[in-house]
């Protein structure tokens, strides 16, 4: 586990700030009031954070696994006086986290799924195929990269990888080209991965990037993403107070599918019957849906904002339940064939 600090003040160079994506919703649906506490795990730039503090006397726990936001939410701790702060954290961890402020439960949960804005942003930080820049895609500090990946993994692995989380149907492919390129030099960077999967794939006019759906695949593996979203889910689960309220904004079809599955299991009050056996009882419903299915942006954002196009809003209210917890693998986080990328990635 990386080590959890906790950031109250400091200086350090901010992030350069970003829209946050369906902010009006997602404070719409988080209700907050004065006293509560919430948990954005998801800090990014705080916008989220800020607008939660904006709308009511409360608190604020920001997590974030990326030192760089943390560092760059100093100056946002100092502007709200003690009502905000800031832990490096993954939002996996949130239970401990809290723990550590001496804080028993919450009034709110907020996750922002995927790779920031910032991130994709910064060269250096080997997200985007777009700038050169080290083959990294680390949230955190710690772990392998994705330049490690690149080079260690069998090409079988990595076509797992590609076709799982990438959902690239020409993954072996992209995979056996990764294998052999390696052989004549090590791929290092962005941009020489990039064109690799380009040769292979080639450029369709009007279509996404040929390294999109590679990239997404290596930064999910990298951090762990889909595992650690639902034993989010889970943690957020253990710790709401029964009324309080769960937000989740998603970005693709895998992450929406884990928060979708998670939900509808935990809002259920009937297991699926037939003539041939009734609906059995299933354990109390620990979530009520507050979202008819899947929210989306509205036309003003995604024309001002293109980040937010495939934005997914999804929020539930705690019940009185017990919480149930569960094997993340059950609710969509998908089994890799690859043992360093199945255990404790923590």
Avoid: W
């Amino acid at each position: 586990m990386s080590s959890r600090k906790e950031r109250p003040r400091g200086g350090g160079e901010p992030y350069d700030r970003h829209r946050p994506v369906m902010l009006a919703e997602v404070v719409a649906a988080l209700q907050p009031q004065d006293g509560e506490v919430f948990l954005d795990g998801t800090f990014g730039a705080g916008g989220y954070s800020r607008g939660i503090l904006e709308a009511a006397d409360c608190t604020v726990i920001g997590l974030d696994r990326d030192p760089t936001a943390i560092a760059g939410g100093f100056d946002m701790v100092s502007e709200f006086k003690g009502r905000l702060t800031l832990v490096e954290e993954r939002f996996s961890e949130l239970s401990g986290a809290i723990d550590d402020l001496g804080v028993a439960a919450l009034d709110g949960v907020v996750l922002d799924v995927g790779v920031s804005s910032m991130q994709l942003d910064r060269a250096e930080r080997g997200f985007s195929f777009r700038n050169e820049g080290p083959l990294d895609m680390r949230m955190g500090g710690d772990g392998p990269t994705a330049a490690d990946l690149v080079a260690t993994l069998e090409d079988k692995e990595l076509a797992a990888i590609l076709r799982t989380l990438g959902e690239e149907r020409r993954a072996g492919a992209i995979a056996r080209a990764i294998c052999a390129e390696r052989e004549k030099e090590p791929i290092l960077d962005t941009l020489r991965l990039a064109r690799i999967v380009e040769r292979v794939l080639g450029q369709a006019p009007n279509a996404i990037h040929p390294a999109t759906r590679t990239f997404q695949a290596l930064r999910i593996a990298v951090n762990d993403e889909l595992r650690q979203l639902a034993l989010a889910l889970f943690a957020a689960e253990r710790r709401l107070k029964p009324g309080g309220r769960l937000v989740v904004v998603s970005f693709h079809s895998l992450e929406d599918r884990i928060v979708k599955t998670f939900l509808a299991d935990r809002t259920r009050t009937l297991s699926g019957g037939s003539r041939h056996a009734p609906a059995a009882p299933v354990p109390p419903a620990t979530f009520e849906a507050m979202t008819r299915g899947v929210e989306k942006p509205g036309d003003a954002e995604t024309a001002t904002n293109p980040r937010a196009r495939s934005a997914r809003l999804r929020a539930a209210l705690r019940t009185a339940a017990p919480a149930r917890g569960g094997d993340p693998f059950a609710f969509g986080a998908p089994r890799l064939p690859i043992p360093s990328l199945m255990g404790d990635a923590s």
